[in-house]
């Protein structure tokens, strides 16, 4: 089996032990890049920095065994943008971002940075994989996943990830030998929520206190938030190329159409003018090409 271009990623930033433990699960086997957030950037989700100013900041890392690694002064979203767009010639096999310093399942990926960086690297037509470890004993808990996380990447190097698809994997908090197996999940609903309280010391301040705590919900028994309180190691399979509610479009577009009764529209477009619309659309808003090279070359 040839040796894969891997580009790690998380939002823990470059120096959180989790990416460490990451590449030394990955780099026996695979060629590995690292772009990685300067910063903690936890709770970024796929979020993007705007190009106001039209620049990025990023600068080379040190790392172990001359390994190419970056730091971007950005989101996980904009890592994955540079290393695609920027640091790499052509396309890896695989994003992998983590090791997560806490639960990502559920409903928590709507948050996370490090699925974030999985949903941006789909959205660029590379397979991801998001590895987070819920809390234990404390950073050596990575040392002790880092053969699972080998043989799962190795799994999806001969079982490939559909397109639109990532794999969302979560460890349990138990010890290695507690670990009672791989279950493919479901995602679960509950989730790590933050509410806005209030504090009568702080009454005249522009300041309210924000409360964290689980948001619990009924689950499914294959849900991974129950599969991970059991001690299975969990792998959601999140697609993310077409989020729209097909069932629900179905049923209730006529009934939503239906308020085009109560207005004098124009008459509908023929389906030549509507095709004819969206080819004048696409010209006016041109991607970049594919093979659109950098402003310039990587040293």
């Known amino acids: 089996m040839s040796r894969p271009k891997i580009?790690?990623?998380?939002?823990?930033?470059?120096?959180?032990?989790?990416?460490?433990?990451?590449?030394?699960?990955?780099?026996p086997f695979a060629d590995i890049v690292i772009v990685a957030p300067a910063e903690d950037q936890s709770c970024k989700g796929v979020g993007i920095s705007l190009p106001k100013t039209?620049?990025?900041?990023?600068?080379?890392?040190?790392?172990?065994?001359?390994?190419?690694a970056w730091r971007v002064f950005g989101t996980p979203a904009d890592c994955i943008k540079f290393a695609l767009h920027y640091v790499l010639k052509a396309p890896p096999q695989f994003i992998v971002s983590g090791i997560n310093n806490g639960s990502n399942a559920g409903r928590n990926i709507m948050y996370s940075g490090t699925v974030g960086a999985t949903i941006q690297?789909?959205?660029?037509?590379?397979?991801?994989?998001?590895?987070?470890?819920?809390?234990?004993?404390?950073?050596?808990?990575?040392?002790?996943?880092?053969?699972?996380?080998?043989?799962?990447?190795?799994?999806?190097?001969?079982?490939?990830?559909?397109?639109?698809t990532l794999m969302n994997v979560?460890?349990?908090?138990?010890?290695?030998d507690g670990i009672l197996g791989f279950r493919m999940a479901t995602q679960g609903r509950s989730y790590w929520d933050v509410r806005i309280g209030s504090d009568a010391s702080l009454k005249g301040t522009r300041k309210y206190p924000m409360i964290d705590s689980w948001d619990h919900h009924d689950e499914r028994d294959d849900s991974d938030i129950k599969l991970l309180t059991q001690g299975y190691i969990t792998c959601v399979p999140i697609h993310v190329e077409d989020l729209t509610d097909h069932d629900h479009h179905q049923k209730h577009k006529p009934?939503?159409?239906?308020?085009?009764?109560?207005?004098a529209f124009s008459s509908p477009p023929t389906a030549s003018d509507v095709n004819q619309a969206y080819v004048n659309f696409r010209a006016a808003t041109p991607p970049l090409a594919q093979d659109t090279p950098p402003i310039d070359t990587p040293a």
């Open 121 to 164: 690297s789909t959205f660029c037509s590379v397979p991801g994989i998001a590895f987070s470890c819920m809390y234990d004993e404390g950073p050596e808990k990575f040392k002790k996943v880092q053969p699972y996380v080998a043989e799962i990447v190795k799994h999806f190097m001969i079982h490939p990830i559909p397109k639109g």
């Open 7 to 27: 580009v790690l990623c998380n939002d823990d930033g470059i120096e959180a032990p989790g990416i460490f433990s990451l590449w030394e699960a990955l780099h």
């Open 54 to 68: 039209r620049f990025i900041e990023a600068e080379k890392f040190p790392w172990a065994e001359g390994t190419e």
């Open 255 to 263: 009934v939503f159409e239906s308020l085009n009764d109560k207005f």
């Open 170 to 176: 979560n460890f349990p908090a138990q010890e290695a």
